[in-house]
């Protein structure tokens, strides 16, 4: 698959080159070995899935793909560029937006102007500007205004969008989360656990709109998952990590059926 730019998946979408390439991607903290070694990439137009048992190193592997941690040993590609260590604000402003597995919106905050945070990156015009240039501060308001409208039609979360998201059901707070990810028009768009905690029709709901999002946005999905299930049915390759380590990487059934795979998640003991 390397040797091609891109090609076409079985339902019709194109999957380009490379967005981000982990190279040779080490970790550790102190004496803890939480990455050794690994090496994948996300292509553009991909949902890309990362599983793995408790404690494989998922967690550590999102930071790193954020810039929030950087790696001892290895290198980061993102959009063709060798990352380097980031600052918050770097971090902020490169293109990547996430979601996290403890919902992290703003509690007394209304579903749309959470969601209108994710904007945030994108303003161009500061407090004084805004005084000054009251014009082009009324623009970017009314466009920002336009996409965030957008989207709070694709998630169908219309009829709360003026409700406090502290008093939504779970389910429902992980889609303003997902909708607040969006609103940043992420290059990249990282999922901590999307599914944890749901029930059976939650998880369905979040698995549709993911999909939905990857196929009307474009966008280039990478998400962790503890639950292999999950993840098997939306996602085109899977990276498996066990204790730090990759032991698998495909398409959803090429990993199914790895005998390594299938020992990690039946915790056969290890040499
Ligand atoms: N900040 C940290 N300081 C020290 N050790 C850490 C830190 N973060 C993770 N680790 C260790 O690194 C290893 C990988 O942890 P990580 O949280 O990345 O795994 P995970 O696959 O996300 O696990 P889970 O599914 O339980 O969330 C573990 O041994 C963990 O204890």
């Known amino acids: 698959m390397n040797a091609i730019d891109s090609y076409i998946t079985p339902d019709g979408r194109t999957i380009g080159a490379p967005v981000m390439e982990m190279k040779n991607i080490t970790l550790r903290f102190g004496g803890v070995v939480a990455i050794k070694d690994i090496s994948f990439d996300i292509r553009e137009g ?67 102007d959470n969601i209108m945070t994710g904007r945030l990156t994108h303003m161009k015009t500061g407090m004084f500007s805004q005084i000054k240039w009251w014009g082009a501060a009324q623009r970017e308001e009314v466009e920002n205004r336009e996409l965030v409208e957008k989207i709070i039609d694709f998630l169908e979360i ?58 009307e946005f474009g966008t280039t999905i990478a998400l962790i998952e503890h639950d292999m299930g999950v993840v098997m049915d939306i996602a085109d390759r899977v990276v498996v990590m066990d204790y730090g380590k990759k032991i698998g990487d495909g398409t959803p059934e090429e990993v199914r059926t790895n005998q390594d795979v299938i020992d990690a998640y039946l915790g056969v003991a290890h040499d």
């Open 158 to 215: 219309q009829t709360i969008r003026k409700t406090p998201v502290g008093r939504l059901p779970y389910g429902l707070q992980k889609r303003v989360e997902l909708g607040r990810a969006l609103a940043a028009e992420p290059k990249l768009l990282l999922l901590d656990e999307p599914m944890a905690g749901m029930n059976v029709e939650e998880k369905e709901d979040m698995s549709r709109f993911i999909l939905d999002v990857n196929d």
């Open 46 to 112: 991909e949902i890309r899935a990362i599983i793995g048992p408790n404690g494989a190193g998922k967690s550590s592997m999102l930071n790193v793909m954020n810039g929030f941690y950087h790696p001892q040993e290895g290198e980061v590609h993102f959009r063709g560029e060798k990352r380097g260590p980031m600052r918050p604000h770097q971090i902020a402003h490169q293109g990547i937006a996430r979601t996290f597995q403890n919902i992290a919106l703003f509690k007394g905050m209304s579903t749309l």
